[in-house]
Each structure stands twice: as C-alpha cells, then as structure tokens.
C-alpha cells in the first residue's frame, strides 16, 4: 500500500490540532483544497470527501487519539 508522508511544526497544543483535524463541519473554513468531509470518524467508516467539485468515498483505516498516543504518533490514515 502506498503512503504519504508530512510532518509540520504547529505553535499550538496537540488537542487544539486535533480537534481541528477532526472537525469535520469546518474543513472548508481552512482546508482549500478538501471542501467537505462527511461521515462518522470511527474505523472501518466510509466518509465522502468533496474536493475541488469532485466526491471521493474513502475508509477510515485507522484513528488514534491524543490521549491513546505520543504526538508523533497521532494520526487519521484514510483508504480509497
């Protein structure tokens, strides 16, 4: 399977990141690209992401939380 990788140093608490990451209801407020994002974050849950006027059905593989992780390990992997 084929990955993407970043990393980005953020002046702010992980819990403010991550409750921004999975707000879904505000990704078009900061996110140009991804204009929506529906479902339930919850492994094995389809959500429907509409990017650039074109929908996508991708997987939640897997959701690991602030409190369930060190930093460098938190992460939300999406399958299509």
Known sequence: MKEIYTKIEIN????????LLTGLNSYSKWNPVIKSVKGNLKV???????KN????QVILGCLKT???CHSEERRICLFS
């Open 66 to 68: 602030p409190k369930s």
């Open 44 to 50: 094995g849950e389809n959500l429907r992401v509409e």
């Open 12 to 19: 702010c608490s992980h819990e403010a990141v991550w409750r």
């Open 53 to 56: 006027g074109f929908y996508c």
